[in-house]
């Protein structure tokens, strides 16, 4: 079984506006898959609905087979669904460190009767946790940030650390939400060499990105949607080559 | 002398009160008014206890702590579902509504309160011991609140404050700590109400009136919001002030006004002069805050 994600017929509207027309994806294991579309096209919509953010009004979502319709926003996180934010969402009043430790699957310091009576395996929690986020920061060259408050970094850099922070989850599906807007120079290499490990590591990617060229350099397969619907499903090459779609996107 | 130690009795009550205040609104970010009415719950259940089951003072407190905490889950439960905001609204309403029915039950003495709270220590070792009592329940109250807003826990807690979507979206149950959060300060405001009932031997309802919940959150707002002393040097403040200038020997139609005026000079001073409060961080910047909503 190497697919990790598939939607069923998902369907979102709010008011008039229909933001999930029968969606239909799959992800597999491994594969980077590219988001693309207009403005408004129902993108970040359909991560939303794909992470718990939104309920469905109809359809399914399978993670590894098996539905997560159910399941809250932190469930799915817990069950392997990890995200980013457009524009990051990072804890502002926390040090880079103290962003990405609260972030694995399960936090052992969530719970205020471990925290009391069981600090020892709290203590060996976070000694872990410390050493996945220092290992995470160390491919990205953010080592020496570790202590720095978030808000002190440049934006490039912030934008990283809400990688980072995201991959202390460890599960099978990591959904980037415009990882590259605003980014540019060492920030963008990093970026593009990180969700390449990634993908190579067995994750199954799927990037929302306005920027065709890191898409055409990291997927093999593209989806493109515009007012909530899937028009096409294929190669970049073949997405970009459409010109119905190029006129769509980029109204020439 | 035995006056100073009632007053030094009731501010370290008003110390735990207004520290696991603290812990609720400040850290926990959860903007409710009712604190004083499990204050209430604690007082009355523990009173009510001691008069009629005859328990143990020590289970009857505890008992009241219980009840508090288990009334407050059932608020912030019901109401924290809907959203945030509504918890303000839903703890005035139960604040108002539970106070109408304490003063209405024969049961807590109706609007006359509730006496005859028996005492559990007599002779001369009572006051001493009530100071003993809640001193020290005060410094554990403090001291306990601020070990878990330091720990592991306590950054969960920051990051919630911060940016709640994404804290949920990496795993973690917000809607659940925001629960226990609130459970734990209304209960340890509940154990502060059993201990003022054994103190006093009496309970009435305007004690626990919207006043006092304005009065507490001075206290808090005063002496820093979101640190751990904060709520201790606004509790001592607050009341010793009022209390040392009934010392000064004025008429009591000059001392009672003056009393007032003292209390809204000090609030409209540190709104200018500090708006972090005495404890909190002295370059006056509020505490960054994500505005923007994904």
Redesign the interface.
């Known amino acids: 079984m190497t697919q990790v994600l598939r939607t069923e017929d998902l369907n979102k509207r709010f008011g008039g506006i229909v933001v999930s027309d029968n969606v239909n994806i799959t992800i597999d294991r491994g594969e980077i898959l590219g988001l693309i579309g207009p403005n408004g096209a129902g993108k970040?919509s359909l991560f939303?609905l794909i992470?718990?953010?939104l309920r469905p009004d109809s359809g399914s979502i399978y993670l590894n087979g098996q539905a997560v319709n159910a399941s809250p926003?932190?469930?799915r996180?817990?069950m392997g669904i990890a995200?980013t934010?457009?524009?990051m969402?990072?804890?502002?009043?926390?040090t880079v460190i103290?962003?990405l430790?609260?972030?694995?699957?399960?936090?052992?310091?969530?719970?205020?009767l471990r925290?009391t009576f069981g600090l020892g395996s709290?203590r060996s929690a976070?000694r872990q946790a410390r050493e996945r986020a220092l290992g995470i920061l160390d491919r990205m060259g953010l080592a020496d940030t570790a202590d720095s408050m978030v808000?002190d970094l440049p934006f490039g850099q912030q934008k990283l650390i809400g990688l980072a922070?995201?991959l202390?989850?460890d599960g099978p599906l990591l959904l980037l939400d415009e990882p590259m807007a605003g980014v540019e120079g060492a920030a963008y290499e990093t970026m593009q060499a990180v969700v390449r490990q990634e993908a190579a590591s067995g994750r199954a990617v799927c990037v929302v990105e306005h920027n065709v060229s890191f898409i055409r350099d990291l997927c093999s397969r593209a989806v493109f949607m515009a007012n909530g619907r899937i028009l096409q499903d294929g190669t970049v090459e073949e997405l970009i080559a459409s010109k119905a779609l190029t006129e769509l996107y980029f109204g020439v | 002398m035995e006056y100073l130690a009632t007053v030094t009795i009731l501010i370290a009550i008003y110390v735990i009160l207004a520290a696991s205040y603290n812990l609720v609104i400040g850290y926990g970010g959860l903007a409710t008014v009712a604190h004083p009415i499990f204050f209430a719950i604690g007082a009355y259940v523990t009173g009510l206890l001691a008069i009629h089951a005859g328990l143990p003072p020590i289970v009857c407190v505890a008992l009241g702590a219980v009840a508090a905490m288990v009334a407050s889950v059932l608020l912030a439960a019901s109401s924290l579902r809907v959203s945030g905001d509504y918890l303000l609204i839903a703890s005035l309403g139960f604040q108002l509504g539970l106070l109408q029915l304490i003063r209405n039950l024969e049961i807590t003495g109706g609007p006359g309160g509730l006496s005859n709270i028996p005492s559990t220590i007599v002779g001369a070792a009572r006051t001493p011991t009530f100071l003993a009592i809640t001193i020290g329940l005060a410094v554990v109250s403090v001291l306990g609140i601020r070990a878990i807003v330091r720990g592991p826990y306590g950054r969960a807690i920051t990051a919630m404050r911060d940016e709640e979507l994404a804290f949920t979206a990496l795993g973690r149950n917000a809607m659940s700590m925001k629960i226990v959060i609130f459970a734990v300060g209304c209960g340890v405001a509940g154990m502060a109400g059993g201990v003022y009932a054994f103190y006093f031997q009496y309970v009435s309802p305007e004690q626990f009136e919207v006043l006092q919940s304005a009065q507490i959150l001075t206290m808090v707002v005063l002496g820093g919001m979101a640190t751990a002393y904060g709520p201790v040097v606004g509790a001592v403040l607050l009341l010793a002030i009022p209390q040392a200038i009934t010392f000064l020997d004025l008429p009591q139609n000059v001392m009672a006004p003056l009393q007032g005026i003292i209390f809204t000079v000090l609030v409209l001073l540190f709104l200018f002069l500090r708006p972090t409060g005495i404890m909190g961080d002295s370059d006056n910047k509020p505490r960054a805050r994500a505005s923007e909503a994904a």
């Open positions: 970040t939303n992470s718990g953010v926003l932190y469930k996180a817990r995200r934010w457009q524009n969402l990072l804890f502002r009043t926390m103290e962003n430790l609260i972030a694995p699957r399960e936090y052992a310091g969530e719970s205020i925290v709290v976070e808000t922070r995201t202390m989850n």
